[in-house]
């Protein structure tokens, strides 16, 4: 766990608990005259080794380990020994460690958490601690926090109900936010909401390690929250609060009540609209025609879908397309069929995409009478993107557009490989999990992968840099927007419609740059505008060299 910032010279610290300082330690980087200084003769052999060396020894031991999950162990103990270290490591290739931190290493890590626990690196609040958060929040060693990600493990990527387990997400989301924008690790702060758990083999595990008891719902649930965003307020005042990976039932709830009244965003609704619409706005500059001339149809009509929908609303609503037209462009379709007016069934947030339509049982029969020019899967179901789904979308479009979302791997919609065979090499494809190259006949495509990772480290840079007050929907319209900029003719032409992964800190960079002017734009930054943005927005960039030791 982190201990500070910046040494200073009433703290200075030295000998063997310099070595146990994450953000302090350099272990055989220290040089001779830092081992003279500070007490630290005799703990190392006499070699003083370059970061380059330190790397090197690195990558040789994740090389050896048995399995990813080994992989994820070893990064989190470099993480909680040497935090440069681990940056280095993680910024020297982020396509390669990205999956390894996170998604899609970190479902197992958390599913695995009660086994694989180290060392404290986040806060936990518990239900029965909720009129003391104050005291908890005090208890973390760093006095300025600026990013906070809270779950409260209910919905776990498409994992579930993970309890206490869900840390797992906070922290490597958080590893993300510095490793592929930039910002500062020592200003962020992961938390685990703990209201008990409805998995019953969670709570029968006797090394479980979070509250015993069924999840709280209800008022009580829902006067925790409001305890823990005031906590937040009181003690950390400049932080903002990303939610991520609440249940259905909460997370729509939690951001509506919240959004106009701090900073916040929630990362799975907001975050994966802003990459699915980046996703479509590069993917019309092979297509061509605007938004508002397509016909976006969605298997799925929960968070994501509507989510996606909503900011495809507004992005039509900025370039000036009248609100009604550009809400008739998205029709969704759910496990009972197409979400239409005489559906008595429906969720508040899918009314508003509840055309006048008779009842569609049928998905392919949807894609016959809707005629779409893309269809988005966030169903959660494998497959169903089959081969008459590929083929009709092929029949009716020169280029459909076929973005199968849903996640892991196991969960898509379809793979690239099908798509891109069953549309005889004409679909426009990008998914939720990443496939590698598919070759038909002698075109190679490179599918790209909608990873939520393009928007919200950006975001986050974006925020803490500015300081915004609030976070809009039309933060993540311009998100979006500059990201399809970054997507070149060169991988265009291998129908690649993001940038290429292991470019993520200078697409970030970008992204940041256009969300904080947009930002002071709107008045809504808590800093001056400086002259230059894109150069103010490197300056706050976190670079993994060691700190000075005073
Ligand atoms: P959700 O539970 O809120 O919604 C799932 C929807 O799918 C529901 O509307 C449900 O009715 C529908 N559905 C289930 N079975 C169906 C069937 N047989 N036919 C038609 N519809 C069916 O889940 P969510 O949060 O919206 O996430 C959905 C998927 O999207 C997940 O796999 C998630 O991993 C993925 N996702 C991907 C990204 C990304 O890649 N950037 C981001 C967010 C979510």
Redesign the pocket.
Known sequence: MPNRSEPTSEDAIGGIALFHDPRLNRSTAFSQAERERYGLLGFLPEQVETEELQLQRVLEQIDIKPNDLERYIFLSSLHDSNETLYYRTLMSDPARFMPLVYTPTVGEACQKFDRILRQPRGLYLAINRKDHLVEILRNWPEKDVRFIVVTDGE?I??LGDLGVGGMGIPIGKLSLYTACAGVPPNLTLPITLDVGTNNEGLIADPLYLGLRAPRITGQAYDEFIEAFVNAVATVYPRACIQFEDFG?AH?SPILARYRERICCFND?IQ??AS??LGGLIAALKIVGGSLSEQRFLF?????????IAGLLVQAMVMDGVEKEAAGQCCW?????GLIQSKRQDLADF?QPFAHEHDAIDE?TVAIETLKPTVII?????AK?FNQTVIEGMARINGRPIIFP????TS?SECTAEEAYKWSEGRAVFA???AFGPVHVGDKTFVPG????VYIFPAMGMAIYATQAMRVTDEMFIVAAKALAEQVTQANLDVGLIYPPQGDILKVSLKVATAIASHVFDRGLAGVERPSDVESFIAEKAYVPNYPSLG
């Open positions: 919905r990527l498409g259905f997370a799975d975050g994966t990459v699915a298997l799925g009509a929960g968070t994501a879908a509507t989510g969704l379709f759910d496990i009972k899918q998905f899967g966030v169903s959660t179901v169903a979302y849903s996640n892991p969960r998914s939720g999990s992968q909608g990873n939520n």
